[in-house]
């Protein structure tokens, strides 16, 4: 079976420190990679997505990057935080199948700025 | 543009039925998902809808209407560890990768 890790769990960082959130994927190949962001009582808004390695699109001008050195590695950075950066960080990944694709997600890291 | 519309919140008691609108506007259409989500945790895969008609999985149903885009999330026998945030999402199209998000609804369930 499936199974997604997201590290750290927490994170409380400085403004204007740097960010590197990391995803892997377990039982699956060449999935498809996102990464959303939660801000406190709100939706999801989709950060990047990737089809495969080296791939990415921005969904979202912004001060974040992302990165897929390996098919299941997934990586969220960013040079100078902000505070609107907080918020609850999520990545997920899909797969098509003869029945759809459907997205399951990791189990999130909360960071906060200060 | 991509919309997703639901309601903010609902409350309900235990034991009863609730039903959770859904309306969508986007640029295409290759499916509808459901997920709950708990406070502090990351949202979990219910249900998927890609045909018109209700699709039942236990307690939990979800319906989908195409033409008029809207669908429904009806759980029933609530219990108190259904409060959640419910979010539906869409797949706008088989050539996107990315799936659009409604705002979630945010379901209390009282005893």
């Known amino acids: 079976s499936q199974t997604i890790h997201q590290w750290p769990a927490t994170l409380v960082q400085p403004v204007g420190s740097p960010l590197s959130l990391e995803c892997t994927v377990e039982?699956?190949?060449?999935?498809?990679l996102y990464w959303y962001r939660q801000a406190a009582g709100r939706g999801l808004q989709l950060l990047f997505y990737s089809v495969g390695i080296g791939q990415i699109s921005s969904e979202v001008p912004q001060n974040l990057s992302a990165s897929r050195p390996q098919d299941r590695q997934f990586i969220l950075s960013s040079k100078k935080l902000l505070l609107s950066d907080s918020g609850f960080y999520l990545c997920?990944?899909?797969?098509?199948?003869?029945?759809?694709?459907?997205?399951?997600f990791g189990p999130g890291t909360r960071l906060l700025v200060l | 543009g991509q919309n997703i519309d639901q309601p903010t919140e609902m409350t309900a008691t235990e034991g009863a039925i609730v039903q959770i609108n859904c309306t969508y506007q986007t640029s295409g259409f290759n499916g509808l998902f459901w997920y709950q989500q708990h406070a502090g945790e990351a949202p979990t895969f219910l249900s998927y809808?890609?045909?018109?008609g209700l699709e039942e999985k236990g307690r939990f149903s979800s319906f989908l209407s195409r033409s008029k885009g809207y669908s429904y999330l009806l759980l029933k026998e609530l219990q108190m560890k259904d409060s959640a945030s419910y979010l539906c999402?869409?797949?706008?199209?088989?050539?996107?990768?990315?799936?659009?998000f409604g705002p979630g609804t945010r379901l209390s369930v009282l005893p």
């Open positions: 039982g699956t190949s060449n999935p498809n």
């Open positions: 809808n890609v045909l018109d």
């Open positions: 997920a990944w899909s797969f098509a199948t003869l029945e759809g694709e459907t997205q399951y």
């Open positions: 999402a869409v797949r706008p199209g088989p050539y996107g990768q990315n799936f659009v």
